[in-house]
């Protein structure tokens, strides 16, 4: 760990880069947006442009904004995750999910090196919420998928509990990323479906993942929070 030294505001090369996040932060929205419209009109091409886009322009804002490397390094797994499946096939589902898996061990190694802990009670209530729905989900998937999605769901739902430790937006993010892949885990399974089901599915995930990265980098703002990367000037 590292101090770089940084005022708030910004001077030398850490301001120069912070002018740069808005537009970045921007073209991250008008990306989602886009992609969420081509998935409502059904337009398969606009989704396979614009979804390999999302996760590398929320990277960029955040590294911009000075975020820890760990953050960064989470939604870059993402973007890997993203890309393996857009793939309709099972050896690239696996490959996806493992990077997705990654990256929530970076989410997990950061939100360790807070100070706060979060609430026992609500690990206690995701434990019990992913207990029920692998027992419900479990007949239904495929063989060879289940016991790397039960790996994989164990995984996620640690770090939608320990997400709360930074505070009310990364708490979100964390529950709303479990909702993603519990839809994603429906559609698998063949249950009934939401009408639009890849729209409700993107529109929690980027959700997720813009609140993980604003609980963040909210936290690690000068003077906010307790937790060891509560500076921005400190880079993990």
Not at 38 to 60: C, D, I, R, S, Y
Not at 74 to 90: E, H, I, P
Not at 189 to 197: F, M
């Amino acid at each position: 760990m590292t101090a770089t030294a940084s005022r708030p505001g910004g001077t030398g090369h850490t301001g120069r880069a912070a002018r740069f996040a808005r537009p970045v932060l921007l073209a991250f929205l008008l990306a989602a947006a886009v992609d969420l419209a081509g998935l409502l009109a059904g337009a398969e091409t606009v989704h396979l442009v614009a979804k390999p886009l999302l996760m590398p322009l929320l990277a960029g804002y955040a590294a911009l904004r000075g975020g820890p490397r760990l953050l960064v390094a989470a939604l870059l797994f993402g973007w890997g995750g993203d890309v393996f499946l857009l793939a309709d096939n099972d050896p690239a589902f696996l490959v996806g999910m493992g990077s997705f898996a990654v990256g929530h061990v970076c989410y997990l190694t950061l939100f360790g090196r807070d100070r706060a802990r979060a609430p026992l009670a609500t690990g206690a209530g995701y434990v019990l919420v992913l207990v029920v729905f692998l027992v419900l989900i479990w007949p239904d998937l495929p063989a060879e998928l289940r016991i790397p999605l039960t790996g994989y769901s164990l995984l996620l739902t640690a770090m939608a509990w320990r997400a709360g430790a930074p505070g009310r937006y990364a708490a979100a993010g964390g529950a709303l990323f479990l909702l993603s892949d519990a839809l994603i885990a429906t559609g698998i399974a063949a249950w009934p479906q939401a009408p639009a089901p890849d729209f409700w599915v993107m529109f929690t995930y980027i959700a997720a993942q813009g609140l993980l990265t604003l609980g963040v980098l909210t936290t690690a703002a000068p003077g906010r929070g307790t937790g060891a990367y509560r500076e921005r000037g400190i880079s993990v």
